[in-house]
């Protein structure tokens, strides 16, 4: 059980159009998703946090603009990177939990090439 | 925030148990101790969570002592398929907690050989 569903797995787009990829969770309804992204060799970095019918709040230093956060129903959670540059790219990651659980269920993450 | 300090990398051998400990000086008293795996262009997957003594699963163990500054993960008899990124989470997204258990440290970088 818990499985969350991340799509697409790779994408390459060119510089100044926008992505969006998707988050589902399939067997749960997830209260609160999580938007990470991860450079080569590094670890995750939390970009925003987002509950159903809410706004995503935002880490510091992540750009609320540029990367637009739907949480439209409990299963799906969208990000929209708009006017890709290559500075995002970078590996995506989505995470998802419900009430009570202090675990997070990850995606499979989206790896983002940005030309 | 408990911050975590774990090992960046340790080396084992296939059929080897495998300790990896974390410290975590300041963990409050709600916080829970969870630990992920992650593969190479992966997302992370749960393994364990724990919030005193020992738990076990059907992949891992954690230990927990008393003062809970610290807590090790055991990976018994380890293959080359346990080769990949592990990391130590603490905190409590409930009850206002500080949410450490959202931030990822550098995590210790486990590599198996034959």
């Known amino acids: 059980g818990a499985v969350v569903s991340q799509h697409p797995s790779w994408v390459i787009c060119k510089s100044g159009t926008s992505v969006k990829i998707e988050c589902r969770s399939l067997d749960f309804q997830a209260t609160t998703m999580f938007w990470y992204r991860q450079f080569p060799k590094q670890s995750l970095m939390l970009m925003a946090t987002s509950n159903e019918g809410s706004k995503a709040t935002y880490e510091q230093g992540v750009e609320k603009d540029k990367f637009l956060i739907n949480h439209a129903s409990l299963t799906l959670s969208t990000l929209t990177v708009t006017s890709a540059h290559p500075e995002d790219s970078s590996f995506y990651i989505c995470s998802a939990r419900w009430d009570s659980n202090e675990k997070l269920f990850f995606g499979s993450g989206t790896q983002l090439s940005v030309l | 925030l408990a911050k975590t300090t774990q090992p960046i990398s340790m080396d084992s051998y296939e059929g080897q148990e495998v300790n990896i400990t974390c410290s975590h000086n300041?963990?409050?008293?709600?916080?829970?101790i969870t630990w992920y795996q992650q593969f190479p262009s992966q997302g992370p997957r749960f393994i364990i969570q724990?919030?005193?003594t020992k738990v076990t699963n059907e992949v891992a163990s954690l230990f927990i002592p008393a003062d809970r500054k610290s807590s090790t993960l055991s990976l018994p008899r380890v293959s080359l398929s346990d080769t990949a990124v592990y990391y130590c989470?603490?905190?409590?997204?409930?009850?206002?907690?500080?949410?450490?258990?959202?931030?990822f440290g550098k995590g210790t970088k486990l590599s198996v050989k034959p």
């Open positions: 300041n963990i409050a008293t709600n916080d829970y």
């Open positions: 989470l603490v905190g409590n997204m409930n009850y206002g907690g500080s949410q450490g258990n959202l931030i």
């Open positions: 724990g919030y005193k």
